[in-house]
């Protein structure tokens, strides 16, 4: 087998934890408070810019950076919830969607205007790994371990904690959770900060391997779409699949043919499986 | 004649008279108020019915490029780059409208699949850089003043054409909304179930919005490209555009014939104010504002702002959200 195809296959393998565990945050807001956050990738953008700005500017230690962009997207995740889902909650799903259109366009924006469109890069080189002929970047691995734990982390939340209960429950039946005694605001809430500390932890992950600029959540946010639909509402392990199709058919698209045609073949198949499986690959 | 018809064509004689009294630069604006209006108009007909698409620049890229890679490699005259440009688009909104419609994906799922639709056109534009130049764009053969191949440097013909084209826009709004369609594809849009056990086939409904929709916005985008005689993948496909469609409409009101011009104007009003106010470096802020505008809209005026004036009178519609 050819190494460098081979190395495709790989990387694209890491990337797909990666956009897993971004698709897994998206998920959780989508099943539980039945919204398309549509600018969920440019809060992973605004937690990128964070970690640049902490970490190559202000030279800030890099585990806090993380954890303070980390935190910052959750509180950014709370705040869409109370600013723009909530007033909206029982008004048709396409109107929060749309909605988030605009938050989309504004942080797009207002990333123009402060930090213009440079690309920006935290100038942190992380070493290259050789593994019997096979070159493997560091900060992929890395990126991909992480994306595991905190999906782990997350399954056993929503499996052993009360709030994770209740999540899940709500995700099932919400009319019944509140006859149940579960306060649906409050547990809206985590939820969306949970999204939102995923998206954190995603941008710590991205910012490791890619140039941050204001339109990032362009290329990358269908993707996530894609792999959240595709995976099946609720579905975890579903997920991981379409993230793993879906980052293969970019990796060894792009090795043959080229970047945007493995995007064009990977949208094509989104747009196809929607209309065989709406209810994702492993849906019920 | 009533008072409606009076003001109609006031309005007309007006809009008419004016590249005679305004300088160029408002012709300038005046034509992209027109061809966006146009276009604005042309997504609300699907809009206005539940069919909320986030992928129109897919339609808007087609139009724009075929006729101009059919001028440029083959010297195709856009009097048929245009109408060939028109057919694909039309037959892409039926390729992805029938399934949909048939499989009932429906609100958000319909919007993420022309989210996709979108993307795919973009994609395949920027991929086939040789022959379109990819994301550096590509510029029209330019051989002057030509009725064959639809190029005026003076603008006062474009301002024509773009009144003409949102005339025709408006005509066709006319024309679906005095139809039976119309009802059918409103009943459609509260109900779709309740719907379909009257008889209504709501697939043929929705395809037929879908397919003039696509089609006139391909038009759009292709007097956009002779217009401005530059084609860029991420100015006619992009997501940003794409939005940009949807904000407007909303803005403007996409329940009332005239809504998405109202949205046209008050858009590229805002943007040039802005920039004039400003200067060019702040351009960004006028899409600041428009995210933070879009989001209001949705929330507190999901009528947009005609529809809003509108509610004095007796309603056709109470309340319309942009989807059920």
Known sequence: MDPYLLEAAINGLLLAGVLALLALGLNLIFGVIDVVWIAYADLVMCGMYTVYWLFAQF???????????????????????????????????????????????????????????????????????EIGGLYISYARLLAFAVALAGAVVLYWFLRRT??????????????????????????????????GALAGLGACLLALQYDVHPFIGNTFGPLIFMICVLGGLGNMIGGFIAAFVISQIIAIGGYYFSTELSYVLAFTLFIVLMFIRPQGILGR | MNARGMAAIAGLVVLAALPVVTPAYFLHLLIQILLWGFIYTAWSMMGRFGLVSLGHGAFMGIGAYVPALLWNYFAVTPWLGIPFGIVLSALLGLVIGYPCFRLKVVGHYFALVTLALGQVVLLSIVAARDITGGSLGMTPRSIGHSWYALQFPDKIYFYAIALLAWLLGLAVWRWIDRGIGREALEAISDDEEAAAAIGIDVTREKLRVTIISAALTALGGALFGQYLM?????????????????FAAIAGGMYAMLGPTMGSLLTISLTEGLRVWFGANFVGAANAIY????????????????GWLLTARPRKRPDAAPAE
Not at chain 2, 232 to 246: F, R
């Open chain 1, 59 to 129: 030279g800030w230690p890099l585990p806090i950076a993380f954890a303070a962009a980390i935190l910052e997207v959750a509180a950014l995740g709370v705040l869409v919830h109370l600013l723009i889902i909530a007033p909206i909650l029982s008004s048709a799903p396409i109107n929060q969607l749309l909605a988030t259109g605009g938050l989309l366009y504004f942080l797009q924006s207002f990333a123009t205007l402060i930090f213009s469109t440079d690309f920006r890069n935290i100038g942190l080189r992380l070493p290259i790994i």
């Open chain 2, 230 to 246: 530059y084609l860029n993948p991420e100015t006619v496909s992009g997501i940003a555009v794409s939005l940009q469609i949807v």
């Open chain 1, 162 to 195: 009360y709030v994770g209960t209740a999540i899940r429950a709500i995700a099932q039946d919400r009319e019944i959770v509140g006859l149940m005694g579960v306060d649906q605001r409050r547990i809206y809430l985590v939820t969306s900060a949970i999204g």
């Open chain 2, 291 to 306: 995210g933070v505008l879009l989001v209001l809209f949705v929330i507190f005026m999901p009528r947009g702002i005609l």
